[in-house]
């Protein structure tokens, strides 16, 4: 079996909506997920692929039934993981207390408009009725 984290080359067997089926060398065979083929939105997995395909692969897992999970995208030299853009820290208390003027700024203005709001749709209306 192949191990996790390896590269391999591999033929595709079988084109599926949410993905590609790939032959590896020793006989296995495991999913090429559609999120996992390339880094950009996917309608099609057949704009990308044919059925007979040689492609290199990276095994990044095996589900619990025994399956291999594979991935183009992450066999190719120039891939970098995506990260979680951290989250920004204030810098001074002064930029927190500016922060804070404006939030409250636009409650304010928020809270306003959704008064007038309401009074025009009641005025629409008739008033309130009673």
Not at 40 to 62: H, L, M, P, S, T
Request: cysteine-free; hydrophobic content about 35%; charged content about 35%.
């Amino acid at each position: 079996m192949a191990d996790i984290g390896s590269i391999v080359e591999g033929k595709i067997v079988k084109l599926l909506k949410y993905g590609v089926i790939v032959e590896l060398p020793e006989g296995e065979s495991g999913l090429v997920h559609i999120s996992e083929i390339d880094n950009n939105f996917i309608q099609d997995v057949a704009d990308y692929f044919r059925e007979g395909d040689q492609v290199e692969v990276k095994v990044i897992g095996i589900d619990d039934k025994g399956r291999l999970q594979l991935s183009v995208r992450q066999a190719q030299p120039d891939f970098q993981e995506m990260t979680r853009p951290t989250r920004r820290r204030f810098q001074s208390q002064d930029e927190m207390v500016e922060f804070e003027d404006k939030v409250s700024g636009f409650m304010k203005r928020s809270g306003e408009r959704l008064l007038d709001l309401k009074r025009n749709l009641e005025s629409k209306r008739g008033g309130k009725r009673r």
